[in-house]
């Protein structure tokens, strides 16, 4: 039955609550750095900075006191269309036929520069998903939510609902494992009545066709539900430009605002910088 546990397949990564220095940034400094960290893995290119940027993220995970299988089991699932994507570059990528001829597997050669492409875009990959993984792990949803809230505040006088973004967001997170659990109870309802769902001999068309019964009755229990929570929220007398109280008031502290300063000022320096010296060493290798 493990192939109906949709809820399974959803548990790549997942917050981890505990109460070190990464948990207790306020969620906008903690927004701000993960906007950081993405903008620097898409833009800086080599193997050494990618390197460093790696060691980090291993830092991080040290100081959150998070357990490596939450990062590692997201890499492993990402793992095969990984491998497919830095295939397809190797192969279509004309800039990165340069270097010496090396034989691989079947007679076949590749150049230096597609190793060398294909290394730097394996821990391009695994910086990106390791570093979502951990980012998950110390933001929860009502966090990332007031995070969003906070930094759009500002242009909230302006007319953007900032509000109403936050509000979005946080029922999308909680929908989500929701529909994992509807997906599962569907699928094992449908397989009790002789359903076949396994994908053994089939193709991409002929899973789509099996899986395609799921997609409406999964639909109208979404919009069921959805349905459900606004009457909940129009009985509480909810308006999205009411003033609402909140449980937990994230402060601004000077330790986030230090976090988030450095980890910009970081960014900057390794995209202004990538460690060029180094870099010429480590190409001139392959």
Not at 13 to 22: E, F, K
Not at 101 to 122: D, F, K
Not at 160 to 180: E, N, V
Not at 257 to 262: D, L, M, N, R, T
């Amino acid at each position: 039955m493990r192939r109906y546990d949709f809820g399974r397949l959803m548990d790549f990564a997942h917050y981890v609550p505990g109460t070190s220095p990464l948990h207790r940034m306020h969620p906008g400094a903690k927004l701000l750095l993960i906007a950081a960290g993405i903008t620097l893995l898409v833009v800086v290119p080599g193997i050494a900075p990618l390197g460093l940027i790696l060691a980090m993220i291993f830092l991080l995970v040290a100081i959150g006191r998070i357990p490596v299988s939450v990062p590692a089991r997201t890499l492993l699932r990402a793992l095969p269309w990984l491998l497919l994507v830095i295939v397809i570059q190797v192969l279509t990528v004309r800039g990165a036929r340069w270097g010496a001829h090396y034989r691989v597997w079947g007679g076949a050669t590749l150049r230096g520069g597609q190793l060398y492409l294909a290394a730097v875009s394996i821990l391009r990959f695994t910086d990106l998903i390791l570093f979502l993984a951990l980012s998950i792990a110390v933001t929860e949803a009502g966090g990332l939510a007031y995070g969003v809230e906070a930094l759009l505040s500002p242009l909230a006088r302006i007319g953007i609902p900032a509000r109403g973004f936050s509000l979005t967001i946080t029922i999308a997170l909680y929908f989500l494992p929701l529909f994992a659990m509807e997906g599962d109870r569907i699928m094992k309802s449908q397989a009790s009545r002789g359903a076949d769902f396994s994908q053994k001999g089939r193709g991409i068309l002929g899973r789509v066709r099996a899986y395609f019964p799921l997609f409406v009755p999964l639909i109208v229990l979404a919009l069921r539900h959805a349905e459900n929570l606004a009457r909940a929220m129009e009985a509480r007398g909810f308006t999205p430009k009411s003033t609402r109280s909140r449980l937990v008031v994230h402060k601004l502290s000077a330790g986030s605002v230090a976090a988030a300063a450095s980890g910009i000022a970081f960014a900057a320096a390794a995209i202004v910088y990538p460690l060029p010296d180094i870099e010429h060493h480590i190409r001139s290798l392959f």
